[in-house]
């Protein structure tokens, strides 16, 4: 669809740092501009950033978290561009319980502001998982988790929803 062309860009400064063994990260700020072709949309701009840290308190237990700020477009279903912050929170973890049996579980909460529309989005999601090394060639896993999205204001019509997933796999790596 034409009126989703955009000229793009963005400019990003960050560090990053690795405390071996302890605990590593990286963390960016700056800014992100998207002008779109169709002169009847504004320019969007702002302030991004993204954090992302990963401790490990022991040889076994990672601890992940990050939070990251971004805009985007929806276009899922339209045909005039919908811009908005996706401003999103995540807490994981992964614990090796055996040297074969691997034990996750993470949780991320998003908000996401449209842009000169009436209409808030807020998600969130919760999962685990476990993977178990049956060989060096085979990995049996299993998930399961549960999200869920609320929209709110004059614009945001029916789009709540939830979903609950069970999943099972065995992988054989060649």
Do not use: C
Not at 65 to 89: I, K, M, Q, Y
């Amino acid at each position: 669809v034409d009126a989703l062309d955009s000229n793009a860009a963005r400019a990003v400064v960050g560090v990053n740092v690795d405390l071996a063994g302890r605990a590593r990260g990286t963390i960016g700020l700056g800014y992100s501009n998207r002008d779109y072709r169709d002169p009847t949309f504004d320019a969007v701009g702002g302030v991004i950033a993204e954090v992302q840290v990963d401790l490990f308190p022991t040889e076994r237990f990672t601890i992940s978290t990050g939070a990251r700020r971004t805009v985007e477009d929806a276009t899922f279903g339209n045909t005039t561009p919908r811009p908005f912050w996706d401003n999103r929170l995540t807490l994981g973890g992964d614990y090796e319980l055996l040297n074969n049996l691997i034990l996750s579980a993470d949780a991320q909460y998003a908000l996401q502001n449209f842009i000169n529309e009436d209409r808030t989005n807020s998600t969130y999601r919760l999962a685990s998982r476990a993977r178990y090394l049956i060989s060096r060639r085979m990995t049996l896993e299993g998930s399961l988790s549960y999200a869920k999205r609320d929209s709110r204001g004059a614009q945001a019509g029916t789009n709540n929803a939830g979903e609950g997933r069970i999943e099972a796999g065995l992988t054989y790596h060649m």
